[in-house]
């Protein structure tokens, strides 16, 4: 009997420090100061750029610049800044704002198009500088969900 007492003791010991390190791991995991502005940037960006002119002379290279910063630069600044890869969401709720994220960009681009045929070039530029805030505060959301499903261990 003592043996299983033992092992009771040390069964809630180990997941004691379990939840310890996930605590410690969500705490570590804060986005540094300038990445959601840099994210709300490029988003912004690419929805701007929809009122140049000249789709292959100067739309496309801004593109593809924009492009690169958001799919190559912006994740490895971060997982140099933190440590961490933010790859791949770590539950249901994390990966619901992921999805969101990934539709208000979707929208936006959308309306960028729309508002450029009615607006002329002012439409998307406007709605480029709108886009900024809005995916700050979608990206505080995702990361806020990520931390506390690291902590709950989902």
Not at 53 to 71: C, E, F, K, Q
Not at 84 to 93: A, L, M, Y
Not at 120 to 141: D, E, K, N, Q, S
Request: charged fraction near 15%; proline fraction near 6%.
């Amino acid at each position: 009997m003592e043996t299983r007492a033992r092992q009771t003791a040390e069964a809630a010991v180990a997941l004691k420090q379990i939840a310890d390190a996930r605590a410690t791991l969500a705490e570590r995991l804060v986005s540094p100061w300038w990445y959601y502005p840099a994210a709300g940037a490029i988003v912004g960006g690419f929805v701007a750029q929809l009122a140049l002119a000249g789709l292959w002379t100067v739309r496309v290279p801004v593109m593809l610049a924009l492009m690169l910063a958001g799919g190559l630069w912006l994740p490895n600044a971060y997982r140099r800044a933190t440590g961490f890869s933010g790859t791949r969401p770590p539950g249901p709720r994390a990966r619901l704002w992921r999805i969101a994220l990934v539709l208000v960009g979707v929208a936006l681009f959308n309306e960028g198009l729309a508002v450029r045929g009615a607006l002329g070039w002012v439409g998307p530029v406007l709605l480029g500088i709108v886009a900024v805030p809005v995916v700050i505060v979608v990206m505080h959301r995702y990361d806020a969900a990520v931390r506390a499903e690291l902590r709950r261990g989902a």
